[in-house]
Each structure stands twice: as structure tokens, then as C-alpha cells.
Nanobody, 116 residues
Framework: QVQLVESGGALVQAGGSLRLSCAAS????????MGWYRQAPGKQRELVAT???????NYADSVKGRFTISRDNAKNTMSLQMNSLKPEDTAVYYC??????????WGQGTQVTVSS
């Protein structure tokens, strides 16, 4: 069983920056891909960014050039550096990961609010 703990969500002004963190704990697993999704009020959950165990990254077009995903495999942690934040980035951000044995886990979510 894996537990995910997210942190870093906050209220920030447009143009500001935030750093989200996700820590995985537990035993008997190997971390594979990790990622961040977000869900704004009244909208479907959408992909923000993913990172493979080897460090390969993928970003939604809406955040390319502004957000950077990273991970520390030794510490089982992942981060999302968010710069030049816009009001449309306001959402609950969820950490997710895939393990071996294969299973998908989700965090509880952390609120990011960007004021204009």
C-alpha cells in the first residue's frame, strides 16, 4: 500500500509562483510514472504534467514553458514548480503515480488559487 501526501497549494496573485510537492510512502512497491492532474470547478480532471522513472517529461500545452515537473527517486518525491501563474490555473491539483506491482494511486489534492 502506498500513501501520497501533497503540499504547497496556496492563494497567489497572477504572475506569481508556487511549488507543489508530493511524497510517497509505504513498502513493497517500485515507483514508475508520476504526474500531476488538476480539476477546476465544473470541469473535468485534466493532465498537467507527467514524468517517467527515467526522467522523461510531458506537459499539457497550457502549462508548457511555465511549469516544471521533477522527481527524486531516492526520496520517492515529486515536485511541480509553477511560474507565471494565471487565474485559469486555479484548481485542485492531484498527485498520481503508477507502481510495480501495477496500481494507480491518487493523492487527496491541494488547492491552488490564482487571483487576478
Amino acid at each position: 500500500q502506498v500513501q501520497l501526501v501533497e503540499s504547497g497549494g496556496a492563494l497567489v496573485q497572477a504572475g506569481g509562483s508556487l511549488r507543489l510537492s508530493c511524497a510517497a510512502s509505504g513498502s513493497g512497491f517500485v515507483l514508475n510514472a508520476m504526474g500531476w492532474y488538476r480539476q477546476a470547478p465544473g470541469k473535468q480532471r485534466e493532465l498537467v504534467a507527467t514524468i517517467t522513472s527515467g526522467g522523461g517529461t510531458n506537459y499539457a500545452d497550457s502549462v508548457k514553458g511555465r511549469f516544471t515537473i521533477s522527481r527524486d527517486n531516492a526520496k520517492n518525491t515529486m515536485s511541480l514548480q509553477m511560474n507565471s501563474l494565471k487565474p485559469e490555473d486555479t484548481a485542485v491539483y492531484y498527485c498520481t503515480l503508477v507502481t510495480t506491482p501495477w496500481r494507480v494511486y491518487w493523492g487527496q489534492g491541494t488547492q491552488v488559487t490564482v487571483s487576478s
